[in-house]
């Protein structure tokens, strides 16, 4: 099941906890995730198992026809049960109810995974950058309408 986590919302640290687990990369974390997580434009959804949560994606809302996807995760020890795909499907389904025509996000290229996961989910690669540490950062875009 996916949740909305709201501003002040315990699952906040959790989110954050597990995210500094999956993305070690110093340069890659924002100084202060939960500041990230509170701030006006961007909303937090997550999924709980055994009131754990397990999965989360962090949604900046650009305009009203264009969301960018933050950050997404799925716990290290989750992986490979379908998480990332239902996560990424409910936060499709939530936009093209609310009438967003564009998901966007950046991936670094080393992870094949995530990526081949947004291709099979109907995003098209619209561009590559090096980023910051010189790894290529991979520009995904999915239509809504």
């Known amino acids: 099941m996916i949740i ?18 999956i993305f070690t990369e110093i340069d890659q974390l924002p100084s202060d995730l939960v500041t990230h997580l509170n701030e006006t434009d961007v909303e937090c959804w997550a999924m709980t198992k055994d009131a754990h949560v397990v999965a989360y994606c ?16 799925v716990a290290i020890d989750c992986r490979k049960q379908g ?29 094949k995974e995530a990526i081949c996961l947004y291709l099979a989910s109907g995003f098209d690669i619209v561009g590559t950058r090096l980023g910051s540490d010189q790894d290529v950062m991979v520009a995904l875009r999915l239509r809504l309408s």
């Not at 962090?58 to 995760?73: A, D, E, V």
């Not at 499709?92 to 564009?102: D, H, W």
């Open 4 to 21: 909305k986590v709201k501003r002040g919302d315990a699952f906040i640290e959790a989110i954050s906890n597990l995210h500094h687990k």
């Open 58 to 73: 962090t949604i900046r809302k650009r305009s009203s026809s264009t969301w960018y996807l933050t950050w997404t995760g």
């Open 83 to 111: 998480l990332g795909k239902q996560i990424l499907s409910s936060i499709i389904a939530l936009a093209a109810k609310s009438g967003v025509q564009y998901l966007e996000l950046d991936s670094r290229n080393r992870y």
